[in-house]
T-cell receptor, first 117, second 109 residues
Framework: DTAVSQTPKYLVTQMGNDKSIKCEQN?????MYWYKQDSKKFLKIMFS???????INETVPNRFSPKSPDKAHLNLHINSLELGDSAVYFC????????????????FGPGTRLTVL | GQNIDQPTEMTATEGAIVQINCTYQ??????LFWYQQHAGEAPTFLSY????GLEEKGRFSSFLSRSKGYSYLLLKELQMKDSASYLC??????????FGKGTRLSVIA
């Protein structure tokens, strides 16, 4: 059973195009995240949603727009793709958002490798 | 500020023991995570320490010293399949998880 799934797994596109990546989790979690892992394998958080509400937006260009239609789904739309957007994008989820010093383990999807030509 | 440091690469022999160190500086402290990431795959959860000391889980153990801002992951009886990147991560301020750059472990015969 897939816990956190993403589509597509690979995405190759031209500069200037607009593309979307979809993420779904069947763990019943309230909180979902998007991470970017660059060519040096550095994993950095981009966004976090809790119950469809944006709670974290980490200095990401506004060409990136996350959307959460319900708490099991978090999609990432990217406008006007640039070469520097080439990376692996990981979706993750956790039972709840961190609160009052309590943190929850994050579970990651398989990643989407985006290549911008 | 926030900073998580770990060695970039390590090599160890099959059957041996290896210790991967991590030092951290975070805004507040709410525990420390270790994840394993095989090439081309997702990070998978290994351990979470919030109290000082050693926690053992089969061949893998994780240690934390909050006063020293230090953790390590200990892998025993190394197997070829343990070749992967090991990521140290911790919550910091409003950021749920800040990751270190990962330690790429190569297990050789």
């Amino acid at each position: 059973d897939t816990a956190v799934s993403q589509t597509p797994k690979y995405l190759v596109t031209q500069m200037g195009n607009d593309k979307s990546i979809k993420c779904e989790q069947n763990l019943g979690h309230d909180t979902m995240y998007w991470y970017k892992q660059d060519s040096k394998k550095f994993l950095k958080i981009m966004f976090s949603y809790n119950n469809k509400e944006l709670i974290i937006n980490e200095t990401v260009p506004n060409r990136f727009s996350p959307k959460s239609p319900d708490k099991a789904h978090l999609n990432l739309h990217i406008n006007s793709l640039e070469l520097g957007d080439s990376a692996v994008y990981f979706c993750a989820s956790s039972r709840k958002k961190p609160s009052g010093g309590v943190v929850y383990t994050q579970y990651f999807g398989p990643g989407t490798r985006l290549t911008v030509l | 500020g926030q900073n998580i440091d770990q060695p970039t690469e390590m090599t160890a022999t099959e059957g041996a023991i290896v210790q991967i160190n991590c030092t951290y500086q975070t805004s507040g402290f709410n525990g420390l995570f270790w994840y394993q990431q095989h090439a081309g795959e997702a990070p998978t959860f290994l351990s979470y320490n919030v109290l000082d000391g050693l926690e053992e889980k089969g061949r893998f153990s994780s240690f934390l010293s909050r006063s020293k801002g230090y953790s390590y992951l200990l892998l025993k009886e190394l197997q070829m399949k343990d070749s992967a990147s090991y990521l140290c991560a911790a919550p910091s301020g409003n950021t749920p998880l800040v990751f270190g750059k990962g330690t790429r472990l190569s297990v050789i015969a």
